[in-house]
Every structure is written in C-alpha cells, then in structure tokens.
C-alpha cells in the first residue's frame, strides 16, 4: 500500500524535528471496511501529526526564548513525553480500528501496529535520556544533537519498515479507499 507507506513514513520524519505491492500467506478479508478502516487510520493520522507539529513548534519557540538550560531540558522532557503520549494514543486508535477486511488485513494491521509501537518506544527512550541530560550549556547542547540524531534514525528505520511491507501485501482496496477517504486526502498523491 504505496499510499499508507508515504503517509506513515512521511509523518514519522515529521516527528523527529503508512504500505503497495507483493503477496501474503493469509486470505481472509474479514474485518473493518476498507473506507472505514481508511478513515479511522487517517484521522488518527492526523491528530497525531498536527500534535507532534504543534507540539514541535512550542518547543522551538521555547528553546528561542529561553536562557536558561534547566528549563530547556524541562521542556524537552515535556514534549518528548506528550509525544510518546500521543504515540500510544495513535497505537490505541489504529487497533481500534481493527483490521481492515482485504486480503492479509489482520497481518497489515499487525505490521502497522508493530511498527507505530516502534515509534511510541523511540520517544519513550527519548524521553528517558532527555531526563539524563546535563542542564548545563555545554553538555545539553551536545546532549540535544546526539538525541536528535537518535530519534531521527529510529524513526527513519521504523519508516524503512513501512516501506517494507510494501513489498509484503497487496494494498490495492486499501490504497483505493485512501484515495477516495477525504480524511487521508493530506496524506495521499493523486498518481497513487
């Protein structure tokens, strides 16, 4: 699912500053609708990314605003734990979505939900090394990069995974219901 592998991996390379092709062992298409499951995974989608870019956004504009390196690190730590917050919100909403009713759906869905709990996990572990920082300029500044580049590379990894199932399942009347499902109309090109 072409389409479900560019909205995933897209919006997981947005938190750090979803599937197209192959075939499976499963056949049963039992499960949610694929519009339905399309608009329950995009609305999640979306609350999610418009939570990590928000969030994202306050902690620049605090960053810029502050002198003061204990309350850097606080916020930090702050949204790095709303953002593993609203990770597991999205995890809790995708399962509760259900596996959409094609062939392979309940292995695409827990694929897909493997692969989110990753990056729950990568802010997680974030959050608890941000917590370890120094607040003292030197060593924070350091300590941010480095961090930085850690959840850039796990979430870039849980995006290689995404584009891996690409070539695991046949996403056709998924990719057709996201194309149709105005709620995933941000996340999907027209060419499909």
Known sequence: MRLLVLLLAGTLILGAAACGGGGGSSSSSSGTKPDEWASSVCGALQTWEDDLRAGSQQLSADIRASSDPKSVKEKLVTFLEKSEKSTEKLVDDVKAAGAPAVKDGEAIQRDLEASLTQARNTF?????????????????????????????????????????????????????????????????????
């Open 124 to 192: 997680d572990r974030a959050g608890t090394r941000a917590k370890k920082l120094q607040a003292t300029p030197q060593a924070l500044t350091t300590g941010l990069g480095a961090l930085a580049q850690t959840i850039q590379s796990e979430l870039a990894a849980t995006g290689r995974h995404f584009s891996s199932l690409e070539n695991k399942y046949d996403f056709g009347e998924v990719n057709n219901a996201m194309a149709d499902e105005p709620a995933c109309k941000p996340f999907v090109s027209s060419s499909g």
